[in-house]
């Protein structure tokens, strides 16, 4: 019998627990001749806004070692043109579609969630909260848990479908302190990490090697970052996790199972090989065939201290 992959995230019933992540996957069309669609597990779109927004000037990507910094600045086609264009698409493919939603202010998600909970072909939202709140002089929703807790329960009062992923921003110092705030808020899952905030210098001209000076970090530098923060978020709360930084690989995929994650995403990866997703995927059959575990459950917060 082959193994038993499929997962449970807050009610998103996912055929395996393998994601592609905001940001790096576009809107599903831009990899779909280099992969089957229909083998994810789910795919997470790019940080849709209520309106269409250009993001940052160029230049908006800079490789480092063992990662790349981005400052791509949520550009994105809007709420409108994401339903009428992108969604037709990706609804053709058995898998879960997830929004990733952002805002400057509160109302901005609450709007764009309470348009999102009607629409039938979407099996739930992430919330990107790595977002600076122009009310309150820009401090990111992410790293303060009493601004989180506001932006997770006006959003979660809103939605009467839709599962709530709340995505936690790993610029933080405690990232158990707002794990536990979105828990109590009404998070139904946390996906994390978020990119690091980090910055590069070109030393010939003295410039930032960005135009936005700084940028997030991510790719295989951040994973041991990612799989501590997964292992810390799952021991202290009880909602079900998506974990994500740095995942080249099954062996990273199952890093992060191990540590307590029910679902894994790939980011960065995608730039380099697209088809990384599907790779992950055989690499975890042939693990969960090995180890002789029938069902992919059992391995999620298997750790052995
Ligand atoms: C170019 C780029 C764009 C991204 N855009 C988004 C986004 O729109 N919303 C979001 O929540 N995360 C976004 N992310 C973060 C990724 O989804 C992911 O959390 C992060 O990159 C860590 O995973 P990785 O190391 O596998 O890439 C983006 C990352 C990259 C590299």
């Known amino acids: ?15 395996n627990p393998v994601l592609a992540a905001s940001g790096t996957f576009g809107y599903g069309e831009e990899y779909s001749r280099w992969l089957d669609l229909n083998q994810l597990g789910g795919i997470v779109v790019k940080g849709l806004s209520l309106n269409p ?23 994105n086609v809007g709420l ?19 929004i990733n939603i952002w805002g400057k202010e509160v109302a901005d998600y609450v709007t764009i969630a309470k348009e999102l909970d009607s629409v039938r072909e979407i099996a739930g939202l992430e919330l990107n909260v790595s977002c600076p709140n122009i009310k309150k002089g820009g401090i990111s929703f992410g790293t303060n848990p009493d ?10 009062s809103q939605l009467t479908r839709l599962p709530l992923i709340v995505k936690l921003s790993p610029n933080v110092t405690d990232i ?8 109590k808020s009404g998070a139904d899952a ?30 295989p530098a951040i994973h041991p970052i990612a799989v501590r923060m997964v292992w810390q978020v799952a ?23 191990i540590a307590g994650a029910r679902a894994v995403a790939v980011g960065t990866a ?36």
């Open 235 to 257: 021991q202290a709360v009880k909602l079900p996790i998506i974990g994500l930084g740095g995942i080249m690989n099954s062996s990273d995929a199952l890093e992060f199972i």
């Open 190 to 219: 946390l996906s994390l990490i978020n990119t690091l905030i980090g910055m590069a210098i070109d030393v010939k001209t003295r410039r930032p090697r960005l135009a936005n000076i700084t940028g997030g970090l991510s790719g």
């Open 80 to 98: 409108k043109v994401f339903l009428e264009e992108k969604l037709p698409f990706l609804t053709r493919f058995d898998t879960a579609v997830i």
């Open 53 to 75: 927004h250009q993001g940052n000037p160029p230049p908006r990507i800079v490789e480092t070692p063992a990662g790349m910094l981005n400052a791509i600045g949520l550009e």
């Open 270 to 305: 995608n730039f380099i090989t697209p088809q990384t997703s599907i790779e992950i995927l055989n690499g975890l059959r042939q693990y969960l065939v090995e180890q002789k575990i029938e069902d992919v459950n059992e391995l999620v917060g298997s750790l052995a201290v």
């Open 147 to 156: 601004l989180l807790m506001e932006l997770v329960q006006a959003v979660r």
């Open 176 to 183: 158990v302190a707002i794990a536990i705030a979105a828990e």
């Open 1 to 15: 019998m082959p193994p038993q992959l499929n997962v449970n995230i807050a009610g998103i019933k996912l055929k």
